[in-house]
């Protein structure tokens, strides 16, 4: 079992940026799949970006370029770097953990309210 929890979430003003960070129990650098998803009022829960193993990382369309996903070895979490933010990044934030490659076992944080607004 693996717990996850987030922080760093909170009220920005548009154009402002802010970072997310998720650690908990097990090591992240070992985990496969490391990443972030979010859910806006109203909407269903969507990808934002996601690292595995050596691969280049993925990222919505609609973050590419302001939004950063890292793995943080030295603090065993993984990041979310938002810049440029827009009201319509208003979201709930969730850490996303596939540890095995081959195996569909996967956890989520409780999430972290993030709320673009001046």
């Known amino acids: 079992q693996v717990q996850l929890v987030e922080s760093g979430g909170g009220l920005v003003q548009p154009g402002g940026s802010l970072r997310l960070s998720c650690s908990g129990s097990?090591?992240?650098?070992?985990?496969?799949?490391v990443g972030w998803y979010r859910q806006a009022p109203g909407k269903s829960r969507q990808l934002v970006g996601t690292?595995?193993?050596?691969?280049?990382?993925i990222y919505a369309d609609s973050v590419k370029g302001r939004f950063t996903v890292s793995r943080d070895r030295a603090k065993n979490a993984v990041a979310l770097q938002m810049n440029s933010l827009t009201p319509e990044d208003t979201a709930v934030y969730y850490c996303y953990v596939r540890p095995g490659r081959y195996t569909s076992q996967e956890y989520w944080g409780q999430g972290t309210e993030v709320t673009v607004s001046s």
């Open positions: 097990g090591t992240f650098s070992s985990f496969y799949t």
């Open positions: 690292i595995s193993g050596g691969e280049p990382t």
